[in-house]
């Protein structure tokens, strides 16, 4: 083969060296001599040094250029090497003979291997026999080898290297390696011989032939002695095959470059026929300074075929973990392909597969993207997850917006130069929900003990480990398929691939290069690297030579030149599939679609579903589609209709684990609520890890409570499901259904206690059909002529008329006849009734009565009433052909359908279609006989639609104007209520919807001011049909109103209710009179409607305000008078809930209210609901004050009376409440003082006020005095301005100079800023292209007329003139003697902010100073409440120097999604800056009076003396015994033994 010493003779010197000359004319001493030498030669050539191996220091170059790179690559990798150059030898075999001699002359050929599997020269694969070669031209390889050891005289074992064509026999020696090699177990696997123990055996001086493994190899007897001529005596032919793979830390997807690293696990199973060893184990490392190879492989067979079969076996079995790349799959690969199994390789043939990438790891692309998504979303979920708990670890609790990354986030995955978004839902602990354009794939992802992950879709379970990499994500799927998912990078950045040193770049900074030229060298594992650039461009260079780079770090910048040539990566828009899966196969249902029961989907399903919801996951969006349902419909699938046969106790047993589920974690948050919500990492019982996942569930409160509402609803299945059915409600279900219905109101739970309340209460009565029957005895057992005795008792068991209306339909004509009569006492038991009389009842026509109707207060029942009984629908649409009536003057007809089979349909749109469907049918009967109802001066007509086992329906018509109108918001109510609720009154003021809580006493509207802007209010309209004497009446009364209280909060449990923050009115009727009570007793209904009311505010207030609770009215009758007189009690918030008696004056036939009179002044009034213009605009104010989360100021002082009058009815029980409890004077700003003022609430144009109160309490009976200063936040959103700082600023100081506590309750806005708004409309533009704005513009001005039409001094500007035109250009914006700028808009609030923060820390040193932070206090506001050291925080009340949406801005992103985030009570109060945490502004002002209790009345008293509720002289009752103790009893006494 040429080579550079062509013709160079060689003469050993007499000590066997070369002569100097002679060695350095066989080496190549520079690059021009290489260059001359490849001319010579010619291209392809091999540049190597000599001294350099295992793939080091040795290039082939087919080039100039690649020679001149190679040459310098070379001397690095192998410094102070000889080099030499010789021909590149093209389709040759690497063969190798194992020698070994011994000191007596011997060398003996152990066969030999066949490495012709390599990759820049570095072996891959080694085998043994060579069988590539024939027998007789390897014997002859063999016999040279060892002719040429015998020549020099060789000792110990080395290998001789051929090249060997087999094509045409030939061969050449290529170089004598005098060392033992790595794959020296081939040889020992082939023939025998232990070749490190015959090394050992030759140093000892034993010959050759007499070592019994040689011996063995050659068939002789082991323990001979005789000589063996190893030239001439062969050995027996090799009966197997063995196969060997190098286990390197190098990446085959990159053209087998080398990689560093740490190594967590190596797991390898050695068998009989394969073995392997490592020089690394778990927990190593191999860094970019050691050999690439760590690992070997060996695999023995009977042939070639079985020994290759064997080695893909072990390589399957192969599990590295770990940083590094390893080329394991890659030569499972390779062992397969036809060349390999053929035999028909050669040297080259591995770099060109390389360079061809014809040969890697076999997967599915969709596959490989899936399972990198599903690692990628296990990976976020746990390290996020990891982060929270290492914060709840340190005391803090993770943000709301955090904890929605662990429910749903998006992941990218990057693959063949396309881009996959998937949106990642959690469904549960373990399961994903994965979708992408239209496909959503489910999946449930288990880690195991090793880090390794099993996602499951459908029936398949995949193993999957993953290392995320600066260069993106490594994958091996099933322990068998590696897959990079690249992180896509900008094109102009040139960044390294692998960890090494930086040699050189190859290019001057600048330069420009082309598209996959070398631009830098890197050296890694003792090799030199070229990296190649992405694109084409001009280079600037980042790193210095000899720098230690990582994978991923910048090495140089490209000017791209040529953008349009950049090849970009393409968002997937195709359809996703998974291999062996439908399109449709995405879930973990095994389900039909479109389920519509049970028995479709799976109640197994369905519970995990539902349990999932509540513990914060999502409800997949596999689901939705596939099922076309939500989480509410899903529950509906609990409840079906018809006659579809359920299991109640597998459905029961769903409900409550579901419900169980719920409480798991809501119990404990709503056991925080009312003062410990700051306490959440405090009081927890369980781990980290539980408290995690009980915040990740409650979170997600406002997704759980419409699913547990739902259930509770379906319990009550529309109309009592648990009572009509006779299905008993299971133990475990009660259970759970006690733990909701303790749920507290507040916190979102409200409505869950209510259902679950009532769902409990129906439990414990009677089944539907016992208790009919009990009514059918007493309608059979009762005559025609007693039907009356049932009307005013409730001797229909528990359900009254309701129940009576499922017997207007009975066979029984005698039965139908009384059911009737008695409906229609029971529905007007305060009218008075008489002359009932059946008018028709035969087989084929529908039964008629007719009676006489007397309204309340009236006494004389003289007005007609008809009713007509129809059997069904039908009947009722015939109904217009055969209407016969009888009555020339009718007052209302009452029409009862004794069978309205309206279903039970749990999905609300489809139960508003159903009954609009019903209600249309009623109208039309209505319209068809409207003029003969005219005729007769009928003014109402009532619709009775009675259900089976239900509450009957009903739908009322007016006549207005000529026709009758359906009147829509009564829908439901019974026909007696329009009158005894007092509707006709409420409508003049209101506009009504429909009611949104309504059973038989109570009845809720929603009601919108017909004559003012102000807000809605809650209309509560209640009946009470106790009979009560003057002795209970206030007890009645008190609880009355607390039974509307309730009403109230489940009417505001409606989210479009709580949306309108409506204020509330009571009216309560006492429909029976009062027995024993007379005209002369109306001042004293007074008297008592006082004191119940008081009462119920001194124990209620914080929950009247909570409710918005703006006026109270009690109707009663005195018995003692013919007819009964009427007595409305009235009480409003604003007037104190100080009552007035109004006596109703009535219409002596309709009953209607004409007219009001007061019983105290005769003054008589005929709108007794007109709001007045300073009512309406505190009606506004307090509005505003609730959106604040906080109460109007002027409430306050109201707040203070109530709170006191209870602490001296807690404190001083044995002493009477006060006169004038609690006194104040308003001072107000007048010439730069503060002067007593009597204007009324509301009236101030200041947000900011004082009062000088006067408050008698328990420790100060006389009165103390306290200077009260509080933000008005309905002024400018009580923000400070200059006139407010002055205000507060005085106030502050009369309180130093009196000596006396001064409280501040804050609730504010911080500094005022502003704009001056009479310039918004006038300020134009000069645009430099009006066409384009994005060019920007030249100044802002103002035209000749707007600017003289501003006063002087408001602005500063300079005049320009365009065409013709004269222009004020604004050089600044004053702002002086403008309104919008009264009381300061900027720079000039903050002196006053330092001239208040000033004040308030001497108030500090000088008097008692106490904050109460109610709503917000912003910016000064919250400094205030700091400067004056003692702080009382309303948990709704954040103390915060800015908003979070401005520190986000500044952040640049989102980290704070509340105010409460940055001064809420969790941040205040274990801070130390908020010293009590209260509930309400009610419970706020009780903190105030219970700190000023410790407080002497000004600086200079001492504090009072208290009578001792324990006095000194009391004799101990306690008697210690000679058991332990505790001995406070001594003091305190205590009670034994009962």
């Not at 219905?741 to 129906?762: F, I, K, M």
């Not at 249309?920 to 086992?949: I, P, Y």
């Not at 009590?1476 to 407080?1495: H, P």
Request: net charge negative.
């Amino acid at each position: 083969i040429p080579w550079n010493g062509d013709g160079i003779a060689c003469e050993l010197l007499p000590d066997g060296t070369l002569p100097e000359d002679v060695f350095k004319s066989a080496c190549l001493q520079s690059l021009d001599e290489a260059i001359a030498c490849a001319n010579r030669i010619g291209y392809p050539v091999m540049l190597k040094a000599s001294e350099g191996g295992g793939g080091k220091g040795i290039r082939k170059c087919t080039t100039e250029a690649e020679l001149r790179s190679a040459y310098d690559q070379v001397k690095m990798e192998v410094v102070g090497s000889p080099i030499f150059m010789m021909a590149l030898c093209t389709g040759a075999r690497h063969l190798e003979v194992q020698l070994v001699g011994d000191e007596h002359g011997d060398v003996v050929a152990l066969n030999g291997r066949d490495c012709s599997t390599q990759r820049r020269f570095q072996k891959i694969f080694e085998e043994g026999p060579p069988i590539v070669a024939p027998e007789e031209t390897f014997r002859k390889m063999e016999q040279a080898a060892m002719r040429l050891a015998k020549s020099v005289g060789y000792r110990g074992a080395g290998t001789v290297e051929y090249l060997f064509s087999a094509s045409t026999g030939e061969y050449s020696f290529l170089e004598l390696n005098p060392r033992l090699q790595v794959e020296h177990p081939v040889t020992e696997g082939i023939t025998g011989v232990n070749v490190p123990a015959l090394q050992l055996l030759v140093a000892m001086g034993i010959p050759l032939s007499r070592v019994p493994d040689v011996r063995r190899f050659y068939g002789l007897d082991p323990a001979g002695d005789s000589a063996i001529d190893f030239l001439e005596t062969r050995y027996p032919r090799p009966t197997c095959h063995v196969l060997a793979a190098r286990i390197t830390a190098e990446n085959p997807d990159d053209a087998f470059r080398p990689t560093s690293g740490a190594v967590d696990r190596v797991r390898f199973q050695s068998a009989p026929n394969c073995w392997g060893y490592f020089s690394i184990g778990a927990n190593g490392k191999i860094h970019e300074f050691a050999d690439s190879q760590f690992g070997h492989l060996f695999a023995k067979g009977e042939t070639r075929e079985q020994a290759r079969k064997n080695l893909q076996l072990a390589l399957k079995n192969l599990i590295i973990d770990g940083d590094i790349r390893t080329p394991v799959e890659y030569l499972v690969e390779l062992a397969e392909t036809p060349e390999f199994k053929e035999n028909t390789i050669d040297t080259a043939w591995l770099d060109r597969l390389i360079a061809d990438k014809s040969v890697s790891a076999r997967h599915n692309a969709l596959d490989s993207v899936f399972y990198a998504a599903c690692f990628r979303s296990f990976r976020q979920v746990q390290q996020r997850a990891a982060g929270m708990l290492d914060g709840i670890k340190r005391g803090h609790l993770p943000l709301s917006d955090d904890m929605s990354f662990l429910r749903s986030f998006t992941v990218e995955v990057a693959f063949a130069q396309t881009k996959y978004a998937w949106k990642v839902s959690r469904t549960g602990q373990d399961q994903f929900s994965l979708a992408i354009n239209d496909t959503t794939i489910c999946a449930k992802i288990r880690e195991q003990p090793d880090g390794s992950l099993y996602v499951q879709t459908g029936q398949r379970v995949v193993q999957v480990q993953g290392q995320e990499e600066p260069l993106g994500l490594r994958l091996r799927i099933d322990g068998s398929s590696t897959v990079t998912f690249p992180v896509v990078r900008d094109p102009s950045e040139l960044r390294s691939e692998f960890n090494g040193k930086f040699v050189r770049y190859l290019h001057a900074d600048g330069a420009e290069i082309e598209k996959g030229e070398p631009y830098a060298e890197l050296e890694a594992m003792k090799m030199i690297m070229s990296l190649r650039t992405t694109e084409s461009g001009v280079i600037h260079q980042t790193v210095a030579p000899g720098a230690i780079v990582s994978p991923g770090q910048l090495l140089a910048n490209l000017d791209l030149k040529d953008l349009s040539q950049v090849e970009l990566v393409r968002a997937f828009d195709g359809e996703f599939q998974l291999s062996g899966q439908g399109t449709g196969d995405v879930g973990n249902f095994n389900s039909n679609a479109g389920a519509s029961t049970v028995a479709d989907l799976g109640l197994d399903d369905i519970k995990s579903t539902l349990c999932n919801l509540v513990r914060g996951f999502e409800l997949g969006s596999n689901v939705c589609a596939t099922f076309s349902t939500t989480a509410t419909k899903m529950v509906q699938l609990l409840f079906p209709s018809g006659d579809y046969e359920l299991d109640f106790a597998r459905y029961h047993g769903v409900c409550a684990e579901v419900a169980e589920t719920f409480l798991g974690s809501e119990a404990f948050f709503a056991g925080l609520l009312g003062g410990d919500e700051t306490q959440i990492i405090a009081k927890f019982p369980g781990t980290p890890q539980e408290l995690l996942a009980a915040l990740f569930a409650h979170d997600a409160l406002k997704d759980s409570l419409p699913v547990i509402a739902s259930i509770l609803r379906g319990l009550l299945s529309e109309d009592d499901m648990g009572v009509h059915t006779g299905h008993e409600i299971s133990a475990r279900l009660h259970q759970a259904l006690q733990g909701l219905a303790a749920l507290p109101s507040s916190g979102g739970y409200g409505e869950l206690a209510l259902l679950a309340s009532t769902v409990l209460h129906q439990s414990s009565a009677k089944p539907f059909c016992e208790q009919r029957e009990e009514v059918r005895k007493i309608l059979q057992t009762t005559s025609r002529h007693r039907l009356q005795e049932l009307s005013p008792v409730d001797a229909v068991a528990g359900q009254g008329v309701d129940l009576v209306s499922s017997f207007l339909g009975d066979p029984d004509r005698t039965m139908r006849a009384k059911a009737v009569e008695v409906f229609i006492r029971r529905l007007h038991r305060p009218y008075s009734l008489s002359d009932f009389e059946t008018v028709k009842d035969g087989a084929s026509e529908n039964l008629q009565l007719s009676w006489k109707l007397g309204f309340p207060g009236v006494g004389i029942a003289s007005l007609s009433a008809h009713g007509i009984v129809v059997p069904n629908l039908q009947a009722l649409a015939q109904l217009p052909t055969k209407f016969e009536v009888g009555h020339s003057c009718l007052q209302e007809l009452n029409i009862f359908v004794a069978d309205v089979p309206v279903p039970e349909l749990k999905d609300k749109a489809l139960h508003r279609k159903a009954f609009a469907s019903l209600v249309e049918t009623c109208t039309d009967v209505v319209n068809a006989v409207s003029k003969t109802l005219k005729q007769m001066q009928c003014g109402l007509v009532h619709f009775v639609l009675c259900r089976d086992a239900a509450r009957p329906l009903y739908l009322h018509y007016r006549s207005e104007a000529g026709c009758f109108v359906e009147l829509n918001q009564y829908r439901l109510l019974r026909s007696s209520h329009l009158h005894t609720m007092d509707l006709n009154t409420v409508e003049k003021e209101f506009v009504l919807e429909e009611a949104t809580v309504s059973d038989r006493r109570f009845v809720v509207f929603v009601g919108k001011p017909k004559t003012s802007a102000a807000g809605s209010t809650l209309l509560v309209r209640a009946l009470c049909r106790n009979v009560v004497n003057l002795g209970d009446v206030e007890d009645a009364m008190s609880s009355q109103l607390l039974e509307s209280f309730d009403r109230i909060e489940r009417a505001q449990l409606d989210p479009v209710v709580e949306k309108l923050e409506p204020t509330a009115r009571i009216f309560i009727h006492f429909t029976a009179p009062i027995h024993g009570c007379t005209e002369r007793d109306l001042k004293l209904l007074k008297s008592i409607f006082n004191r119940a009311l008081q009462r119920r505010v001194t124990a209620y207030g914080a929950r009247l305000l909570k409710l918005r609770i703006e006026v109270v009215e009690i109707k009663v009758w005195a018995a003692a008078s013919t007819p009964p007189i009427a007595l409305r009690l009235i009480a409003k918030a604003a007037d104190g809930w100080d009552g007035d008696a109004l006596r109703e004056n009535l219409d002596a036939n309709s009953g209607k209210i004409v007219s009001w009179i007061d019983i105290d002044t005769n003054e008589e009034r005929s709108d007794l609901y007109k709001t007045a213009p300073l009512e309406m605009k505190m009606h506004a104010k307090r509005a505003a004050a609730r959106r604040a989360n906080t109460t109007y100021i002027y409430d306050f002082p109201r707040l203070f009376r109530v709170a006191l009058t209870q602490r001296w009815i807690a404190e001083r029980s044995d002493a009477p409440v006060p006169e004038k409890i609690f006194s104040y004077k308003e001072l107000v700003l007048q010439d730069g003082e503060l002067v007593e003022s009597t204007r009324g609430p509301g009236e101030n144009q200041i947000g900011m006020v004082v009062w000088i109160c006067l408050m008698k309490t328990p420790e100060y009976p006389a009165g103390r005095e306290v200077v009260l200063v509080g933000n008005d936040i309905t002024v400018k959103a009580g923000s400070f301005g200059t006139a407010e700082d002055e205000v507060f600023n005085l106030g502050s100081q009369l309180a130093r100079e009196r000596g006396v506590p001064r409280v501040y309750i804050a609730a504010n806005s911080g500094a005022r800023l502003g704009t001056v708004e009479e310039l918004k409309s006038m300020v134009q533009v000069a645009w430099v292209d009006k066409n384009d704005p994005n060019k920007g513009f030249d100044y802002l001005f103002l035209t000749e007329s707007d600017f003289h039409s501003l006063p002087g001094k408001s602005v500063k500007s300079h005049t320009v003139t365009v065409n013709g035109e004269v222009r004020h250009v604004l050089d600044s914006i004053v702002g002086l003697n403008l309104k919008s700028t009264e009381g300061g808009i900027g720079v000039e609030n903050l002196q006053g902010s330092g001239m208040i923060a000033g004040e308030t820390a001497r108030a500090y040193n000088e008097v008692f100073t106490l904050s109460y932070a109610t709503g917000r206090s912003v910016g000064i506001g919250a400094y205030l409440n700091r400067l004056g050291q003692r702080n009382i925080q309303m948990v709704k009340g954040p103390m915060i120097l800015t908003g979070y949406h401005a520190l986000n801005k500044l952040l640049g992103a989102q980290v704070y999604t509340t105010q409460d985030q940055l001064g809420g009570p969790h941040i205040m109060v274990p801070n130390g800056v908020t010293h009590e945490l209260v509930q309400n502004d009610q419970a706020g002002v009780d903190a105030i009076l219970r700190w000023l209790a410790f407080v002497p009345k000004t600086v200079s008293s001492l504090p009072p003396m208290l009578p001792a509720r324990d006095p000194i002289d009391r004799e101990i009752g306690f008697m210690p015994s000679k058991e332990p103790y505790d001995p406070r009893h001594m003091l305190a006494g205590v009670k034994a033994d009962g």
